[in-house]
């Protein structure tokens, strides 16, 4: 799986002029997901994006993480993730899960994060057009792909 993270100051999604979640301070999550995420993946992803401590201490160093600042957190979908753009001009998403493997790592993923921050995540709806409006801060964005931890 793959996500990026952007630490923001405030995030919304909207779909079909509806808003569908908001959060004030904390991190807007884009996740992807391919045929071979297990539940460890998503595991492993939900902890470390809990726990990466990128939010500024009193010495304004980056020191703390979402939990640390009571900061939720916004979910999304993101297909375009994993597009393969080395041949052409035209973006591939041969690697990105189908939806019927793709919705339930998604929903199951979305447990996890509750789980792990202790409360409410937003989202937006999976294959919906959604609008994504976020204020970056710092501007603070992280990418972290399950298969690649480094």
């Known amino acids: 799986m793959r996500v990026v993270i952007q630490r923001v100051s405030e995030?919304?999604?909207t779909i079909e002029g509806n808003k569908n979640g908001h959060i004030a301070q904390g991190l807007l999550v884009l996740a992807g997901f391919t045929n071979s995420d297990t539940a460890e993946?998503?595991?492993?992803t939900a902890k470390k994006i809990v726990q990466l401590r990128i939010f500024s201490d009193a010495e304004d160093?980056?020191?703390?993480?979402v939990q640390d600042v009571n900061g939720g957190?916004?979910?999304?979908?993101?297909?375009t993730l994993y597009a393969l753009t080395k041949k052409g001009n035209r973006p591939s998403y041969i690697n990105a899960a189908p939806p019927t493997v793709a919705i339930p790592l998604y929903e199951q993923f979305h447990q996890m994060l509750k789980k792990e921050l202790g409360k409410e995540v937003p989202t937006g709806?999976?294959?919906a057009d959604m609008k994504?409006?976020?204020v970056n801060?710092?501007?603070v964005t992280i990418t972290i792909d399950?298969?690649?931890r480094e």
């Open 11 to 13: 995030a919304s999604v």
């Open 41 to 44: 993946d998503l595991s492993w």
């Open 61 to 65: 160093k980056m020191n703390l993480s």
């Open 73 to 79: 957190i916004l979910l999304i979908s993101q297909f």
């Open 125 to 127: 709806i999976f294959g």
């Open 132 to 134: 994504v409006a976020l």
């Open 137 to 139: 801060d710092g501007p």
């Open 146 to 148: 399950s298969q690649n």
